[in-house]
């Protein structure tokens, strides 16, 4: 499909030196904008895609930036710079409540309560120990527990969370060689198998966050 569309978009577009240009100022800006994700590329190359395929507000997860015309590098590009000038991750679920840690005169918004609950819920399938859990977690946002995890720090987390479960499914089913396009096909089935596209109330969420914090991870 994605060879495809390539083809197509060559006997349509003529080739630009400007291209390759975008590309690149797509993936040297996007390293820019997660720093919290330097030394992870699978994390960061998920991360990126996932944010063009929002930003261009697409049906079908986008597999490879090459595979944009040159009007959606543009568009991108641009909401890359907005997004940079005001940094903000849209959720897999809306915002229900943030938890709020001060310091001094300082307020940090952390996690949602169901935001905690649903990382929760995907560790539960790795059978991870729980000093790895801390591990995993420390190395990469410097934190052990999700509950002091930042908003957009969990919705990243949840993002990787999703590909290592559905990578981890697909090799239990016997498949050899995991492709981006089986792991993008298996996250919805995921995600609605958890309950994760089902709205919850405010109330419903905090309670299930406060059990899944009373686990020591």
């Known amino acids: 499909m994605a060879a495809a569309r390539r083809a197509a978009r ?20 996007w390293k820019q904008i997660r720093v919290d994700l330097h030394g992870d590329e699978e994390a960061l190359r998920a991360e990126r895609l996932g944010f063009i395929t929002e930003a261009l507000k697409l049906k079908q997860p986008v597999e490879s930036v090459r595979d944009l015309s040159n009007p959606q590098l543009a568009r991108v590009l641009d909401a890359m710079r907005r997004f940079q000038s005001q940094p903000r991750l849209a959720g897999y679920t809306p915002p229900v409540k943030h938890e709020a840690a001060t310091t001094g005169a300082n307020v940090i918004h952390l996690a949602s309560a169901e935001q905690v609950f649903t990382i929760g819920k995907l560790l539960d399938l790795l059978d991870w120990t729980p000093e790895y859990q801390k591990t995993f977690l420390h190395r990469r946002f410097r934190r052990e527990n ?5 908003p957009p720090q969990a919705q990243s987390l949840t993002r990787i969370l999703l590909n290592i479960v559905c990578t981890h499914e697909l090799k239990a089913r016997g498949v050899e060689k995991v492709s981006r396009a089986m792991i993008n096909a298996e996250i919805p089935k995921l995600k609605s198998r958890l309950g994760m596209d089902r709205r919850r109330s405010a109330h419903h969420a905090d309670e299930e966050g406060e059990t899944w914090q009373s686990k020591s991870i």
Do not use: V
Request: no cysteine.
């Open 10 to 29: 060559q006997t349509t577009e003529t080739p630009s030196p400007g291209r390759g240009k975008m590309i690149a100022a797509i993936q040297i800006l």
């Open 146 to 150: 999700p509950a002091h995890l930042r």
